[in-house]
């Protein structure tokens, strides 16, 4: 098991940019499949990104291709979300998850919460003018 604690969260206006981050503890961070979901005010949770478990694969939601880039650093045992040109849309709780296993890529696997175990506590992005 990892645990997760996410940071970086905040209030920023329309077309600002965020660094979220996710620590990791434990064992072997590095054999495990990271992904971001967030969930906005009166919505089911939802996927944003997925990150291989040596950072050299990458997919996203629709909703955040090419404004939102995951990466991570096995050395350190972070992974982090930059968000750039964030829009009202993009409010929600942000959360950090891990599988342990490399990435599945199969019936959208990687895009379903119930197929990971480890998960954070969250931090809120709310992007307002």
């Known amino acids: 098991q990892v645990q997760l604690v996410e940071s970086g969260g905040g209030l920023v206006q329309p077309g600002d940019s965020l660094v979220l981050s996710c620590a990791a503890s434990g064992h072997s961070f590095s054999s495990y499949t990271m992904a971001w979901f967030r969930q906005a005010p009166g919505k089911d949770r939802e996927f944003a990104a997925v990150?291989?478990?040596?950072?050299?694969?990458?997919y996203y939601a629709d909703s955040v291709k090419g404004r939102f880039v995951i990466s991570r650093d096995n050395v350190k045992k972070m992974m982090y979300l930059q968000m750039t040109n964030l829009k009202p849309e993009d409010t929600a709780v942000y959360y950090c998850?891990?599988?342990?296993?490399?990435?599945?890529?199969?019936?959208?696997?990687?895009?379903?919460?119930?197929?990971?175990?480890?998960w954070g506590q969250g931090t809120q992005v709310t992007v307002s003018s």
């Open positions: 998850a891990a599988v342990r296993g490399t990435l599945y890529t199969g019936s959208s696997y990687y895009m379903k919460e119930t197929n990971y175990n480890n």
């Open positions: 990150i291989d478990t040596v950072g050299g694969t990458s």
